[in-house]
C-alpha cells in the first residue's frame, strides 16, 4: 500500500473525530472543541487568552499530524501485524484512545494555567473520538486494499 492512503486515512479520520467531538459538545453543551482548546493551552502560558490566527493554525496543524501519525501505525500494523477487521479497529482506537488520554493529561497537569473544562468527561470523549478515527481508517485502507472489511465473520462492503 502507498503512503498516500495512510495520509488520506490519517486526514479523513481525524477529521471524522474533530466532527465528532464537536457533535458532542453541541449535545452536552460543553466547550470541548479539541483544535481551540491546543491552541488555547499550546502557547504554554499563565494568561490563557484566545488563540490568534497563527496559534490555531498550528494547533490544527499538530491536531492533523497527530491524526496522520496514529493512522500511519495502524498502517504498518495492517501490513505487518493484523488483520482488516472491525475487532482490530476498535481495539487499535481504544488503545490510541488510552494514548490521547494519558497525554492530555500530562498536558493539563504540566500547564500552568489549563482550560476550566470538565476534564473526566472531555477525555471520554477523546478516548470514543479516537475510536471514531480508528475505525474510519480502517475502512479507508478496506476501501483500497479490497473494497471489504470483515466484520464478525461476514463481509462488510464500504462505499465512498
Not at 470541548?32 to 504554554?44: G, K
Not at 493529561?105 to 476550566?116: E, G, L, Q, R
Request: charged share 5%; hydrophobic share 60%; glycine share 6%.
Amino acid at each position: 500500500m502507498e503512503l498516500w492512503i495512510a495520509i488520506l486515512a490519517g486526514l479523513v479520520g481525524t477529521l471524522v473525530m474533530t466532527c465528532f467531538s464537536q457533535i458532542t459538545a453541541y449535545f452536552l453543551k460543553k466547550p470541548f472543541y479539541v483544535v481551540t482548546i491546543l491552541a488555547m493551552m499550546l502557547p504554554f502560558k499563565k494568561n490563557v487568552s484566545a488563540p490568534n490566527v497563527y496559534v490555531y493554525t498550528a494547533a490544527t496543524v499538530l491536531h492533523y499530524f497527530i491524526g496522520f501519525v496514529f493512522a500511519y501505525i495502524y498502517f504498518w500494523q495492517l501490513e505487518w501485524l493484523i488483520s482488516n477487521d472491525i475487532v482490530s479497529a476498535l481495539l487499535y482506537g481504544a488503545i490510541i484512545g488510552s494514548i490521547a488520554i494519558i497525554g492530555w493529561k500530562v498536558f493539563f497537569s504540566i500547564h500552568p494555567n489549563p482550560p476550566p473544562i470538565e476534564l473526566t468527561l472531555y477525555l471520554i470523549m477523546i478516548w470514543f473520538g479516537h475510536i471514531a478515527l480508528s475505525v474510519t481508517a480502517s475502512a479507508i485502507f478496506g476501501f483500497f486494499w479490497s473494497s471489504e472489511i470483515p466484520i464478525c465473520g461476514y463481509s462488510m462492503r464500504f462505499f465512498f
